[in-house]
């Protein structure tokens, strides 16, 4: 069980990639008074968390209805997320990218937070480790990205700019792997389910 957790642990932290987050978010609020930005950072954890945990309990009914099966989902889900990566490897991070400028929960919450990377490692999560390990794993992980939130300018001026993009680097590094590895699990599971209607 603490395996698992590790696991699914680590790939909601580097699909949530916090610390790549801090410097938008910093420069997003940077002109706002203190207890405003601590308003925003609870706002918006609280609604990225449940648009989060709302996804997780109805993404298997959005399946069915929709006649989408696991290893489609895996197939599609590594490529979104391997997208991701390379966008914020190449360039700048997706999330930014959609960004509109305000500092309201749009865009904190959704998509900065709760984005599709983290969408897809939660939905995968849930197939390969069950609920509860999952909702522990987000919970722990959203309950630190508020502490680093909260704590944002003084982290930044800890590590520096370029400190920070060297972490979202390095997520996005591990992003790609886990991406490709969900992709190459998708595939040897669609083929074997091909096999088995074929015989």
Partial sequence: MLKDFGLSFIAVFVALDIVGTLPLYVSM?????????????????????VVALIFMVLGEQIFGYLGISLFDFK???????????????????????????????????????????VLTTLILQVKTVGFPITIAALVVNFLLAWALLRRSETITRLIGKDGTVVFSKIAALLLAAIAVAMMRSGVFEAIAAFRGVVK
């Fill in 29 to 49: 609020t940077g002109n706002l008074p203190a207890p405003e930005r601590k308003r925003i950072v609870n706002t918006s954890m609280a609604v990225a968390l």
């Fill in 75 to 117: 197939i599609a889900g590594g490529l979104v997320l391997l997208l991701v990566s390379l966008a914020d490897l190449v360039g700048q991070p997706e999330a930014a990218n959609r960004a509109s400028g305000s500092t309201g929960v749009v865009p904190l919450a959704v998509p900065l937070i709760t984005g599709p990377a």
